[in-house]
């Protein structure tokens, strides 16, 4: 296990991710409303934009961060934002 731990760390061999579980359980304590799919690990529609949520902050912040790139923002269409 000592192996494994160090390569879980969020900055381990320089490789960013983004752990959304932290998220997911705060939601979950705000809002009993399930976030996966019934008999299934995978998220709902509130799963998914819940998520979405999460991500979009870290990846414009990751893009501004870039060479020639300052005060980006990703839009909802350039999220892939579905329009009913």
Partial sequence: MSVV???LH???NGIRNLDVLWGFRR????????LY???DTHWN????QLAA????PWLEGLI??????SS?????????EVRE
């Fill in 10 to 12: 969020p900055h381990a």
């Fill in 45 to 48: 529609d509130k799963g998914n």
């Fill in 5 to 7: 731990i160090p390569m």
């Fill in 64 to 69: 501004a961060e870039l060479p020639g790139h």
């Fill in 72 to 80: 980006t923002t990703l839009s909802g269409a350039a999220m892939g």
């Fill in 37 to 39: 799919l019934t008999r």
């Fill in 27 to 34: 939601a979950a304590a705000l809002d009993p409303a399930p």
């Fill in 53 to 56: 949520s999460l991500i979009l």
